[in-house]
């Protein structure tokens, strides 16, 4: 498909299907203005906060790329693709993305573990081409594997990184007891226990907690909540909340229900590129404006369920198909919840309908849409 595409005559065009190539040429073109815009919101903020000092702002990305060169004649794999961002003191930053969209390797630039390839990025104000020392200093980690010590203890895992972030005397005594109070571990005398007796979630929540010690102004959190029941997921939850009062918090996350309690901003990467950028609110209505119907029949029946969704909204779209089960968007205006209701019970009739449910749009939702839309983008480019 060539970009003339969207500014063809209407009439030029197909018809509409469900499932064809007109549903998808109204979801690129949707994608490929949202990106444009956002890309050039983003650039407009970062240039401003650049031409400050002291401007508020915690980190600031500053059009960021890293490609892995090919070796053996294998072409170059690039990971972040021209990356712009600003993040102020106060906020949590959430970033979404399917697994190889660059997320870990722009955790890995930020926190000095691989250079940029071009691009720069400032934390606190310091260059991480330049000055890595200093940003080291004012900065927490919690990766996404547990890096721990069997054989010591959660108090002196917390005293050991208090005492490398220049703590001592009762300042580390009190900051390590506030530490370990805030994820829970000073119950049972967990803190002074062995990590080797450690559980999973005791593991994760001695890592967020490292993360946090010493007045780290920037911490990146990897997955924080991997392996934790409810209630210590809960609890992890208002212990980051409380944290970010003061600081800035940039956190990888594949669950959308951790990402819309925890953050005050969410960002979708796909293919290295930033994809779009706001409160989990403003993404939900900009992508949102529809119904999810979701259906489940034998796989003979799927194309009646088209035929359904396109009579009760002639612009809808389908997002998911597997094994029987299909999803499609409908249009808030085109249709009344009653109609749904109605037109189910009278294909039921014909075709026996497994299952069935009609929602909102989700954060979820919005995530699919717009890793799906990049996908075919890039397969078409």
């Not at 499932?19 to 949707?30: I, K, M, Q, V």
């Not at 890293?66 to 600003?86: E, Q």
Request: aromatic letters at 8%.
């Amino acid at each position: 498909m060539h970009i003339r595409f969207f500014f063809s005559k209407k009439e030029d065009r197909p018809p509409p299907s469900a499932s064809g190539d007109a549903s998808r040429h109204h979801l690129l073109l949707d994608y490929v203005l949202t990106l444009l815009w956002y890309g050039e919101s983003q650039r407009e903020t970062v240039d401003q906060v650049l031409q400050q000092r002291n401007s508020g702002y915690a980190v600031v990305c500053d059009d960021l790329k890293k490609v892995y060169h090919g070796k053996d004649g294998n072409p170059d794999k690039y990971a972040v693709r021209g990356l712009s961002l600003a993040l102020p003191y106060g906020e949590c930053l959430g970033i979404l993305g399917p697994n190889g969209a660059g997320k870990s390797s722009f955790i890995s630039m930020m926190i000095g573990f691989s250079k940029p390839t071009s691009g720069n990025a400032f934390v606190q104000d310091f260059s991480i081409h330049t000055d890595m020392e200093n940003v080291y200093n004012s900065m927490g980690v919690c990766p996404q594997n547990d890096m721990l010590w069997e054989m010591l203890t959660g108090r002196e895992h917390l005293q050991f990184y208090g005492r490398l972030k220049s703590l001592s005397g009762s300042a580390l005594d009190l900051a390590v007891e506030e530490s370990l109070r805030s994820v829970n571990l000073l119950l049972g005398g967990a803190a002074d226990k062995q990590v080797r007796k450690y559980s999973g979630g005791m593991k994760r929540r001695l890592s967020v907690a490292i993360s946090l010690i010493g007045d780290a102004k920037v911490v990146y959190m990897d997955e924080p909540s991997t392996g934790l029941d409810p209630a210590s997921r809960k609890s992890l939850w208002t212990a980051v909340k409380q944290a970010k009062q003061d600081r800035a918090i940039i956190l990888t996350t594949h669950s959308m229900e951790e990402a819309e309690v925890l953050c005050d901003r969410l960002c979708i990467m796909v293919d290295g590129r930033l994809q779009c950028i706001g409160r989990p609110k403003e993404l939900i209505e900009r992508y949102g404006g529809y119904y999810v119907l979701t259906m489940t029949t034998s796989s003979e029946f799927e194309r009646e369920v088209e035929d359904l969704a396109l009579k009760l909204s002639q612009n809808a779209r389908k997002v998911y198909h597997l094994s029987g089960t299909q999803k499609y968007e409908l249009s808030k205006q085109e249709v009344r919840i009653a109609d749904v209701f109605m037109a189910v019970e009278n294909l039921k009739r014909r075709v026996e309908v497994q299952a069935w449910g009609l929602a909102d749009t989700t954060m979820e939702d919005v995530f699919v849409k717009v890793a799906t839309a990049a996908q075919s983008s890039d397969e078409l480019s």
